[in-house]
């Protein structure tokens, strides 16, 4: 089970951080990560973490997203800088599995980036 948190409203060059706390998930067994979707769009990669540490970004978060992880209390977190307008989006953890078994989605939580 994956239950993000930290959404919300924000003004443009805010920060907010993203949480998304696991249940049954073993971080060697997926590589984790963080995606976004807006009404009508496709759900896109923001972030990505693997087990070993390798990180992977959007080219539009790059330098301002920040993936990162608790193993202790297997939280997953999204340190958000410098939000644009265009970063609104409901936001999505996910747990994608490296060999086999199930990709888990959380419920999403909403950022709002406006002045």
């Known amino acids: 089970q994956l239950v993000e948190s930290g959404g919300g409203l924000a003004q443009p060059g805010d920060s907010l951080r993203l949480s998304c706390a696991t249940t049954g998930v073993t971080f060697s067994w997926y590589v984790m990560g963080w995606y976004r979707q807006t009404p009508g769009s496709d759900r896109d990669l923001v972030a990505t973490?693997?087990?070993?540490?390798?990180?992977n970004y959007a080219d539009a978060v790059k330098g301002r997203f920040t993936i990162s992880r608790a193993d202790i209390g297997g939280t997953l977190y999204l340190q958000m800088n410098n939000l644009k307008p265009e970063d609104t989006a409901v936001y999505y953890c996910n747990a994608h599995p490296i060999t086999w078994g199930a990709n888990y989605w959380g419920q999403g939580t909403q950022v709002t980036v406006s002045a």
């Open positions: 973490l693997t087990f070993d540490g390798t990180t």
